[in-house]
């Protein structure tokens, strides 16, 4: 028999191509380095393209266990001693169904995307992310193998291109060095890479140059070696940054009609200067810290904790992952109206170091509980200051210092603590942190938030008689915690132990926050509350070419207790999660849980005699999906037993979260989320509130978009269905809406123009009858000079 060349050809082909795909062992890659002038066009038209080194990225390492790619990519990689230019060719047997649009930046996680990821100490500790979409706009962030948290919040000045054409698309890169931190000292650089492209048809394929083991915990551990940069240089890598905020904004009360103005004018300076190849200064003088863009809406009713917010304002997130640690001890959304801000960072060898220092106007300060928490706010002027070291000993074990500080007239909190972080194997890991702190509060600072009308009524909560739901409380929790005869301490002790293979998840914690410690510039809300728990999670994979790709069965126990030891909450969780085609995801959830609802009588810490068990049961269910290109729709259903905290007693909950992504085209995008939540309890309802959170963008093109927003939150209670509370003191209906009108303009994360107006209505009777109580109108300009 003749043998088939073609199909044996064929078939030597295929084992060739999976034997690469699966390589464990990536050889070091060799950057060439190369001069002239390279122009960023997606053109690849330069001689020196002809020269770079061409990396084959061919292995899909998500939602398949190492597997040969469908689609081909080459990566192309060289540099100049200033510059490293990447480029990416990825073929595409049916260009038409690539995903791609015109977003702002961070914005196009879905698409179509190629990048790399660099760890330029090589100590698997920490790497950026450089990535595109076919058009070229940018994601850019961070991720720390020791905090195991990925953000996109920070970002770089580089230059992308990207171009569809009729074989798929090609993206080119230039990432200056200059953003880079590196050991400048070194003759040549050996820096850890990965080269990705993301592939979303029914399934999102992601696919790289090397092969990621599932039995190993750690990705940045498994990174390609990329070997050259002789003599590279940070240059002064020095930014100088000025800006001027122009505006007005009036302000009115629901009873009157005379508006109240203010002109909003400030001119700022940011400065970004590497003093050392190792060492970064960020200096600011009369900053803007205001942010340009509305929070993601959330619904507060019912809940008795604070609420937390993502930091977006640049001179924070520059290098915030060097103040990272297990605890939140850094939440920068505290400092508020500084009139300067300085912070260093640095690596060295094995050493890295961070410290910032601002003013502020006033203080803000979260106060926490075991039962709830709330922000307090002292008016007198303050200074924060947060240290954070960290040493790397050897390849397995990171330990580390925090120190955070707070000072104003009558107030001081201070914080300090060490950590680590070893791993034992390529699958178990073992941290801990434990931290002490100092506070001293103003002897006034428990007025704000006495229930009284005269805050002497619950100065000397030893001697009042039984304040009770039923009576009307003239004390509460807060009070008891911010009420201090002079200066207390406390403190936190937290440990982790996890192991994570292929096939298995295990996990083992304690978390203890005693009543005494406070945590004041970080987001610390739980104190008096010290935690236990496992968890078990068996993972299985499907075959390429199933419907589905991943299912898992996940359940955890923890238990909660107040330093006196009394019980706070035991709960069981038992879910399982179903990854399938159309990048679809379904969960469905069952919680069992004994916690104690509101405290009774109100001048008294205690637990046990003082609140009601409830035994509770809850369902939850979560979908999402990706039908078509363009198009992202998840919906959360919460429904099972609840509490009427205000009312202390047992009650049925249900809460409905859809979200809708809608891509109309490549300029349009529109974003729907919805909350509803409701309460019954007495067979009666006690609240039904819904919050629309409306963002329609239509994008210019990469540097420019225009954006409105809506917020509407609509809200009923039920004045005959509490019984401690008045009808007449309870507002039946409440409505309010927020609007936002924003032109962007971003030439890079720091040259930038922003012109907007804003406004809020609000009512407690009909929808016709809301009425505007503040509007504002703004620019923001923002130049960068880069040395």
Not at 398 to 419: A, C, F, K, P
Not at 697 to 716: E, G, H, P
Request: aromatic share 12%; charged share 25%; proline share 4%.
């Amino acid at each position: 028999m003749r043998p088939n060349w073609p199909a044996l050809l064929c078939t030597l082909m295929t084992l060739s191509f999976s034997a690469i795909a699966i390589e464990k062992d990536a050889p070091t890659i060799p950057i060439p380095k190369i001069s002239g002038e390279i122009q960023v066009d997606a053109k690849l038209d330069e001689l020196q393209w002809k020269n770079a080194k061409k990396v084959q990225v061919n292995n899909v390492t998500r939602p398949y266990d190492n597997v040969p790619s469908p689609v081909q990519t080459e990566a192309l990689l060289m540099e100049d001693g200033e510059t490293f230019y990447i480029a990416f060719i990825a073929q595409d047997p049916d260009p038409s169904q690539i995903r791609a649009f015109l977003r702002d930046r961070d914005r196009s996680w879905g698409d179509d995307i190629v990048g790399i990821k660099i760890d330029a100490y090589n100590d698997q500790r920490l790497a950026y992310r450089f990535l595109a979409n076919a058009l070229g706009v940018q994601i850019d962030g961070i991720e720390n193998a020791v905090t195991r948290r990925e953000s996109d919040s920070w970002d770089g000045i580089w230059q992308s291109k990207g171009e569809i054409n009729d074989n798929g698309y090609i993206v080119e890169m230039a990432l200056p060095l200059r953003m880079l931190n590196f050991n400048e000292g070194l003759d040549i650089q050996e820096w850890g890479i990965e080269l990705v492209r993301f592939y979303p048809r029914q399934e999102r394929l992601r696919i790289s140059n090397i092969y990621l083991d599932r039995d190993n915990n750690c990705e940045l551990c498994q990174l390609a070696t990329a070997q050259g940069f002789s003599g590279a240089k940070q240059g002064q890598n020095l930014t100088i940054a000025p800006s001027a905020v122009l505006g007005r904004r009036e302000e009115r009360d629901d009873d009157s009609t005379d508006w109240k103005s203010e002109d909003l004018q400030e001119v700022s300076l940011d400065v970004r200067w590497g003093i050392t190849p190792d060492i970064l200064l960020n200096a600011t003088i009369n900053p803007d810290f205001s942010t340009v863009e509305s929070d993601s809406a959330q619904l507060s009713i019912n809940s008795t904790f604070a609420l937390f917010f993502e930091e977006k304002r640049p001179f924070f997130l520059d290098n915030a992952d060097y103040f990272e640690s297990d605890y939140n001890l850094v939440y920068t959304r505290n400092i508020n109206s500084p009139n300067y801000g300085a912070k260093l960072t640095g690596r060295h060898g094995d050493h890295s170091l961070g410290v910032f220092l601002t003013d502020d106007e006033y203080t803000n300060i979260l106060i926490p509980g075991n039962r709830s928490s709330s922000v307090g706010t002292i008016e007198d002027e303050s200074k924060a200051l947060a240290f954070r070291y960290r040493y790397n000993l050897g390849q397995d074990i990171t330990l580390g210092w925090i120190s955070t500080m707070r000072d104003g007239q009558y107030y001081e909190n201070q914080v300090h603590g060490i950590d680590a972080n070893i791993k034992f194997t390529e699958s178990d890991t073992f941290k801990f942190q434990s931290v002490y702190s100092n506070t001293l509060y103003p002897e006034d600072f428990y007025e704000q938030f006495c229930d009284a009308e005269d805050p002497l009524a619950c100065q000397d909560s030893t001697n009042l008689p039984p304040c009770s739901i039923e009576e009307g409380c003239d004390t509460n929790e807060l009070v008891l915690r911010t009420l201090k005869d002079g200066d207390f301490s406390g403190s936190a002790f937290k440990a982790d132990y996890r192991h994570s293979d292929r096939d298995w998840f295990y996990r083992a914690f304690y978390n203890k926050q005693n009543s005494g410690f406070r945590g004041d510039l970080g987001f610390m809300s739980r104190v008096d509350h010290n935690r236990a728990g496992l968890a078990v999670e068996r993972k299985w994979y499907a075959e390429q070419g199933n419907w589905w790709n991943r299912f898992n069965i996940y359940s955890d126990y923890d238990i909660s207790h107040n330093d006196a030891g009394e019980l706070l909450e035991e709960e069981y969780d038992l879910s399982a999660n179903l990854s399938a085609k159309y990048e679809s995801f379904f969960r469905v959830g069952y919680t069992y849980r004994d916690v104690v609802g509101s405290r009774i009588d109100k001048s008294s810490l205690a637990i046990e005699g003082n609140t009601t068990l409830f035994h509770q049961n809850e369902f939850n269910v979560f979908a999402e999906v990706k039908p078509v290109s363009g198009l992202y729709l998840n919906t959360r259903v919460e429904s099972g037993d609840g509490i009427d905290y205000s009312n202390n007693r047992a009650g049925k909950k249900l809460q409905v979260r859809p979200v809708i992504n809608w891509s109309v085209n490549k300029h349009l995008e529109i974003k729907l989320r919805h909350t509803y939540r409701e309460l019954d309890a007495d067979n009666a309802n006690v609240f039904m509130a819904r919050l629309t959170d409306l963002r329609t963008t239509y994008q210019f093109n990469v540097q420019s978009y225009l954006r409105f927003t809506i917020i509407y939150n609509n809200t009923s209670r039920n004045p005959f269905n509490s019984p401690y509370t008045l009808p007449e003191d309870i507002d039946a209906n409440s409505k309010d809406i927020s609007t936002e009108l924003l032109y962007a303009y971003k030439l890079n994360p720091q040259t930038v123009f922003y012109a907007g107006y804003s406004d809020h209505h609000d009512s407690t009777t009909g929808f016709s009858n809301l009425s505007q109580d503040n509007r504002a109108v703004y620019m923001k300009f923002s130049y960068a000079w880069l040395k």
